[in-house]
């Protein structure tokens, strides 16, 4: 079973690398579910890029497939890039 988040990166000041690594799904049980790394042709479009470069004011604007367990929901969409102190973290909404 397929997942989509659709996502929004923005730089505000320098240039920023923005890709999908440090997106995951956080479920309750503590499992934590990575993007895919494939592509598709029936995948939701736009798709967010694997790795894109962004200077100040630009942004960048897709989905991130992942491939998710049917029986559960995740509860957080967590973003950890290696340089942040701590990950953020933001509720999924409720069906």
Excluded: H, Q
């Excluded at 470069?53 to 604007?61: A, E």
């Amino acid at each position: 079973m397929w997942a989509a988040l659709e996502l929004k990166v923005c730089s505000t000041k320098g240039i920023f690398l923005a890709t999908t690594s440090p997106w995951t799904l956080a479920y309750a049980d503590g499992a934590r579910v990575e993007p895919s790394g494939s592509t598709w042709d029936d995948f939701p479009k736009p798709e967010f890029p694997i790795e894109t470069k962004l200077t100040p004011g630009k942004c960048v604007r897709g989905k991130v497939v992942y491939p998710v367990p049917g029986n559960s929901r995740p509860e957080t969409i967590a973003y950890a890039p290696e340089s942040a102190d701590a990950p953020v973290e933001w509720a999924v909404p409720a069906k």
